[in-house]
């Protein structure tokens, strides 16, 4: 730790991580950004990537909601009829070819793949926008549980998790990445991502921050 201007500064994973106070937010992991029958992969992305990480993903959030750890579920939605999209917004999601309607609200596609299973007493947040924490009640249920620091796992890297990623460290929270459990369409755009993230936040792999957090309860 260091002190700067009169405040204390937590540093390294051992004292960011801090069980009473982190929770994971679990990004978008839907079956139309990861199933070989979703959206993505329909509009030729692939999916190597994502179903590679997936399995860590799974282990991640389990052996966090063994622990009683709080835990949000967070997941991209589209409304019918393009009732959420913006003319400018319209065309970023096209912009690759693909079809503006995934994660239709209602749609398999909009569900968490099989294994993420949100507990009852876990949020689920449903966003517009690939930062979770706009236009949405993330903040606000964080700061009422006492959080100061998030670990960010989910899809797509460069995307949903790096616009949550940078959100989270403007709203003041400690930010940590899982890099073994962010996962992309694209794995030059994720490699890139995760370069950068390196230079700016907490990169970590699962096993060291549930480490941690488990050695932080004693």
């Not at 959420?84 to 994660?103: E, M, N």
Request: with cysteine.
């Amino acid at each position: 730790m260091i002190t700067l201007h009169g405040k204390t500064v937590r540093q390294s994973l051992e004292e960011i991580l801090l069980p009473a106070s982190t929770a994971l937010l679990v990004i978008d992991i839907q079956n139309d950004f990861f199933d070989e029958e979703g959206v993505f992969a329909g509009a030729g992305r692939d999916m190597a990537l994502a179903q590679a990480h997936l399995p860590n993903m799974r282990q991640l959030i389990a052996e966090w909601q063994a622990l009683d750890l709080f835990t949000i579920f967070v997941r991209q939605i589209t409304l019918p009829d393009g009732r959420g999209d913006s003319p400018a917004w319209l065309r970023l999601k096209v912009r690759d070819g693909k079809s503006p309607s995934y994660t239709l609200k209602g749609s398999w596609g909009a569900d968490f793949c099989d294994g993420i299973t949100p507990r009852e007493q876990d949020p689920i947040v449903e966003k517009l926008r690939p930062d979770a924490f706009l236009g949405t009640s993330l903040d606000m249920l964080l700061k009422a549980n006492g959080i100061d620091t998030t670990v960010v796992v989910g899809a797509n890297t460069e995307g949903c998790v790096e616009s949550t990623v940078r959100s989270s460290a403007h709203h003041d929270y400690y930010t940590v990445v899982a890099e073994d459990a962010v996962a992309s369409s694209n794995v030059q755009f994720h490699d890139a991502s995760l370069a950068l993230m390196k230079e700016r936040f907490l990169v970590a792999s699962s096993r060291r921050i549930l480490d941690t957090l488990k050695n932080n309860r004693h």
